[in-house]
Every structure is written in C-alpha cells, then in structure tokens.
C-alpha cells in the first residue's frame, strides 16, 4: 500500500519556513570575520533540513537550490572558507528566493526561474571565489587515503544495520536505501537472521539490515549526508571497493599504523561499525522531523498553531472537573426535592467557575508570541538602513508577550509600515546626527507588554522628530484646519491619519507616497485597538499602538436605550456619571457639551443617534452619561441605564450581514436576545457626521 505524503505537506511547509526564519536570524547576527560555529551550524542545520524534506516530498527545485547554499554554509563552519559580509548578502537574498520557492510549491504556483537562476549563479560565484578561503581543504577520509594518491576507489560497501527503534522515529530505511540508489548502480543484500518468532513480532521495530555495493566512484560525503538523518539510529560501515590487484590490507595496516588524526577513522573499519569521517558536533545530530520549540515565526495567515503542552494538559483537566461537576448535577437532578436546593446552587457555582477557566484556558490556546510579529524587523532594518546610508540600531524587548492569532497575522503589515516611516523619516543620516550631538547610530525600539486587558505595542525611535509646523502647514494649505485653529501637539501629529497626508517632499519606494498611515489606523481600529503619536522635535518619536488580547471574547458593558440593549467595551470606557445642569453647555455650530474636570466634551444623544422612539429619560438630567474614548478623543454617551459588566463572545455582524459603521459586532445574552456591540471611534464618527439627528444610517440597524 502506497502512502499519500500529501497528507505531510503542511507540516513540512511550517517546518521550513520556521528554518528560515532561523537562518535569516542567524545571518543577520552573524558577525563576518568573526562568525560564532554554534550560530553556522544552526544555519546550516535549518538548511539541511529543507533540503532533505524537499528532497523526500518531491520538490527537487528546491532540494537543488538549498543544496548548493548548504554546500558554502558547510566550508564556513569547517574553516574551510571566511565568512565574509558578501557571502553573508548573498545568503540572505538565498532565503529570500527559497521563500519564494516554498511559498509557489505550497500553492501550487511557480517561482521566477529568472530570479532562482541568478540567485543561483550569485551562490556559486561566491563559491568559486578562492580568497575566501582561510585553510586548505581538509583531506579525503582516511579509507581513500590509506590507499594511496593515486588509487581511487572503484565504488562502496556499505554495511546498514538499523536499531530496532528506527522506525519509531520517523525515519524509513527503505528510504535511506533509495537515496543511495540515486547515486548510482547499486546491489542489495537483505539479512533477515534478526527476526523474531511471530508472537514476539512487532510491526513498528526494525529486524533488518543490508549489505549494499555501490557501483560507483562517488564522493564519501554524498553517503555520509544520506546517513547524517539516522547516524544516531543504527550502525553503519562505508568502505572504499578498490581496483583489482590492489593490496588493501596493507593499505589498512599502513593506515592504522600512522599515528596522524586520519587513522583513528579507519579502525572501525575491521569491525565492520564505521560512523561518517566527517563527524558531526554531538550539538548538532538530530532525528527527522523534529520539532523546534521555540521557532522565532511562522508563514503569515498559516492555518494551524503549535501549542505548549502545559496549556493542554491543564485544557485535559478542566474538562476532567467539568465532568465531574456534570455528573454531580446530573445525580442530584434525578431524585430531586428542595432538600437538595443548596447543593444544586453550589453545584451551579462551580460549574460557572470552571466554565470560566474553561473558557481562559482555550483561549489561551490561541495564544502565541509576538515575537511572530517582530521576527520580520531585523532583516527589514538591516536592509533599508543600506539603502538609505544610515546607521541604526534595532532594540527589542518583550517579545514573548503573548496576543491571540488573529491579532498577531492582522498586526504585521501596519507594524512594518510604521517601522519603515520611523528608519525614513525619523532616523537621520550619520551626518546630521553628528551635527546634531548625537550619536551617527540611530535607535529604533519595538517594545510589547500587557497593560490590563490590552496589549501595548510601542515604536520608539531617537531621531529628529515630527516636523510639526510643517504638519500644520500642510494641513492648513490642504484646508484641513483653519490658521486660527488652536490646536494641541496631539490633534496636530493625528493629521498626519488624514487620507493622502504626507510632508514628504521626494516620493520613493520607502514611504512618501501619500498612502498608508490612514490604512494603518483604520486597521487598528478594525481590531478594537487605538493608536496615537508622541513627539518631540530634535529628539525622536513614539507610537503606540492599544491592540485587544483576543478578538474572540471582550469585556463589556451592558448599557440601555429604551427597550434595546447595547455592549460598550470596557476598554474604551473611562467613567459614567449623571450630569448635572451646571455642566451643561450649549455651543453655536457645535451642540451639546458638558464640562468634565476643565474640558468640554460633546453629548452623543444615543437615542437620537440610532432613532429609538421608546427611551425614557427625556432631560440629559435623566439619564446616564457614559464617557467614552477613542482615538484619542472623548465624548459623553447618553443612555438609560447601565444593566452591568460581562463577557461577551463576539459575532461578527460583517460575515452574516455587512459592515455597519459604529458596530463592531454583535453578541447573544443569557436570555437568548442579541445586542450589538458599540465601535466607540466609528461611533464618534457617525455621530459628528449625522449630528446625532433620527434616520442615520445607524437607525436602521437598531
């Protein structure tokens, strides 16, 4: 029965791009001329392993293509070859095509032959360059060499004897054996004498081993790579088939009498047990596959999650509890009377309870680092600071702050967005920073940390700041705002989310263009998140950015309107109060305000605003005042009643109906109604552009 290795695609694919992720880490780390071992052979390993998978699923291009990268990564880490800064660009734009590659083979497409042929070429320049070499070659295996410089072998013997475990770890010798086929003529010799009576027989235990002739003159290394996978799993010996006439025993005696290092690799030759001459550090042997467990990032938008085994075993035991608690319930219910009311509250309470960590637990399931995210902003930063002729430093901290999925795939492209604007517009050249007192190496900082139920993702950077009166130029001349505008630093630096806003004054392929920066708000937004500026001219710039944990489950509370019920998240809530005539301010072109600690607000009359003819209180006295934030700014909402905080599982109104402005989705309350779930900065909007006046758009969907 043949296997479908389809099946295994997906988890070669993530493996892969996981290797590549660890490569271009470790290339960009990499310090030419003073390269750490430990950091090659991690390089190479991640390459090796992409070779090999290709190679057993089929996809030969990019066997092919890793094969001559592993080749160069195997002479820098024998010594053989300096790492230089060229062969490390060319390493890295290497990655960048075998993504490419990889990303066309899991799609069914096909990668630019043009660009895998050039990058290709560019790889065996850098082989073919001979100044990059620190040390001879070391020596062919002491097998060829015992018989002498002019005497090459004629093929191999090659004796595999699998441990009865092999099997176990993923690993087929009939694989192994095709492999080496490959190279050539070969002849197979299968000893049966290790297998058990029938009873003692077990399917997944390995009983067998082979003798096998390889027809061919091929290099030792070839074979030993094949073995490299198992070198751990089995016992095998490859010896040199020389010409007739030869005297091999003396050639092996003379060998094993010469006291230099290459003798030592000959001996286990006559017992028939050899490992490959050109060993491995111990760090560095491995089975396949095997699972990385701290792999820096992912394919975006992949369809599966790694979870830590902990999160499951405690998800294991909380649906232990709830069985047992269900079982309770479940024994009380049959003979019930009210001598059993007490028992079944307090079996109702623990239910509640462990439904809730129930639920915390699954959540956390979805939960990864963002260090998924950030993974991408040391190559972005190494190359664009090339580009533009600068000198900058990336900082990173909190990176194993954890975020849902969804979060961390919708957060990437606005994230490398703003990186790009910061290393353009805010870093200067090494010129200006020195003219400036400061140092030529410029600072960008990404930093991530919970903040309450938030996730706080902060941009910092050291550089010349936002140009402000520049800003407010450009706005005025745009009419934006008015010359007699006050306006504060912050409404001034949130111009620059106005749609085709941009003080560039050359557009390039950086940033410049005019696009972006209002995407990248609206973006946020989409996620329930906020995003606001800090600047200080001549000194540098942050941005925050206030994402939600998860997207699936919010805290929120539940307001009133007449007989309709309303969530307002409790993130963007920051008190509610019942107002009092002497807050209140009427001002002309603006409407309804009231005064809160010095600062003038507008009134959202919510009823108006959604057209609900049945609500009760009439005077902004009445009712209740719920001050919102969003975007920076505020406002009261005024409603009915506030009925109490909850979680709410969030629906999304878009998927089952469509995207409605001020809505962000919607929920199902205990009772079985539905409420809509408030998007406070869509909110805003709708109610500064209908002025809060019956049959907006919103009144229809209430």
Request: include cysteine; aromatic fraction near 4%; proline fraction near 5%.
């Amino acid at each position: 029965m043949s296997i479908d290795m389809a099946q295994f695609h997906q988890v070669f694919f993530e493996e892969s791009f996981e290797g590549l992720d660890i490569m271009e880490t470790g290339l960009l780390n990499m310090d030419p001329g003073a390269a750490d071992a430990e950091e090659i052979n991690s390089i190479f390993r991640a390459a090796h392993s992409i070779k090999g998978g290709s190679g057993t699923f089929g996809f030969m291009n990019v066997s092919d293509f890793t094969h001559v990268m592993e080749t160069l990564l195997d002479e820098m880490r024998d010594g053989r070859r300096e790492v230089t800064a060229d062969a490390v660009d060319v390493l890295l734009q290497s990655v960048d095509v075998l993504r490419e590659m990889l990303i066309a083979a899991r799609d069914g497409g096909t990668a630019d032959e043009q660009r895998v042929k050039s990058q290709h070429d560019e790889l065996h320049r850098v082989l073919a360059d001979k100044n990059a070499t620190s040390e001879p070659a070391p020596t062919a295996p002491a097998s060829v060499e015992a018989a002498g410089p002019d005497v090459e072998p004629t093929g191999w013997k090659i004796v595999f004897r699998p441990h009865q475990h092999l099997m176990r770890t993923g690993n087929d010798p009939l694989r192994i054996i095709r492999e080496l086929a490959s190279l050539g003529e070969m002849q197979a010799e299968c000893d049966i004498a290790g297998l058990p009576a029938f009873e003692d027989f077990e399917p997944e235990d390995c009983y067998l081993s082979w003798e096998l002739r390889l027809q061919e003159p091929v290099d030792r290394a070839q074979i030993d790579d094949i073995f490299e996978w198992v070198e751990d799993d089995c016992d095998f010996a490859v010896i040199p088939m020389m010409p007739e006439g030869f005297d091999a025993s003396r050639a092996l005696n003379e060998a094993v009498a010469d006291p230099t290092p290459q003798a030592d690799t000959v001996a286990p030759v006559l017992s028939e047990v050899e490992k490959p001459a050109d060993r491995r550090a111990e760090g560095e042997r491995r089975q396949v596959p095997e699972r990385r467990k701290a792999a820096p990032a992912a394919a975006a938008g992949s369809s599966s999650i790694r979870v830590d085994i902990h999160k499951i075993d405690g998800l294991i035991n909380m649906v232990g509890e709830l069985v047992i608690t269900q079982s309770m319930l479940g024994m009380l219910g049959e003979e019930f009377d009210m001598s059993r009311v007490e028992r079944l509250k307090e079996g109702l309470a623990q239910l509640e309870r462990h439904t809730r960590e129930l639920q915390e637990s699954v959540m956390q399931i979805r939960m990864v680092p963002i260090s998924f995210s950030f993974s991408r902003f040391p190559r972005l930063v190494h190359d664009l600071s090339a580009k533009l002729g600068k000198k900058i430093e990336l900082k990173m901290s909190g990176e194993s702050t954890e975020v849902d999925k969804t979060v961390i795939e919708k957060i990437g492209d606005p994230l490398v967005h703003l990186v790009r604007n910061s290393l353009d517009h805010g870093i200067e050249t090494p010129e200006e920073r020195v003219a400036a007192g400061k140092p030529e190496t410029g600072t960008v900082h990404l930093t991530a940390s919970h903040r309450g139920g938030n996730i706080v993702i902060e941009i910092r950077d050291d550089g010349r700041g936002l140009p402000r009166d520049k800003i407010l130029a450009k706005a005025i001349d745009r009419g934006l705002v008015r010359p007699d505008d006050n306006l504060s630093d912050k409404d001034v630096y949130d111009l620059i989310f106005q749609p085709g806003f941009s003080t560039a004054e050359q557009v390039s392929d950086v940033s410049g263009r005019g696009v972006g920066m209002d995407v990248v708000r609206r973006n946020i937004n989409e996620l329930g998140g906020a995003i606001e500026i800090e600047s200080t001219q001549g000194k540098g710039s942050a941005i925050i950015i206030r994402l939600p944990l998860t997207l699936a489950i919010l805290d929120g509370q539940t307001i009133r309107i007449g007989s309709e019920t309303y969530i307002v998240p409790l993130v963007s809530i920051v008190e509610s109060i019942q107002l009092q005539q002497s807050m209140l301010n009427t001002v002309v072109g603006r409407g309804e305000t009231f005064t809160l600690r010095e600062e003038y607000l507008p009134i959202v009359r919510m009823h108006e605003l959604f057209g609900i003819e049945d609500h009760d209180a009439q005077a902004l006295t009445d009712g209740i005042l719920v001050v919102v934030e969003g975007e920076g700014r505020k406002c009261g909402l005024f409603v009915d009643d506030l009925l109490g905080q909850q979680q709410v599982v969030i629906k999304s109104l878009e998927a089952n109906y469509r995207k409605v402005e001020g809505i962000s989705g919607a929920t199902i309350l205990g009772d079985g109604s539905v409420a809509l779930i408030l998007d406070i900065p869509g909110l805003m909007r709708l109610a500064k552009h209908s002025g809060g006046r019956a049959g907006s758009p919103l009144a229809m969907t209430a």
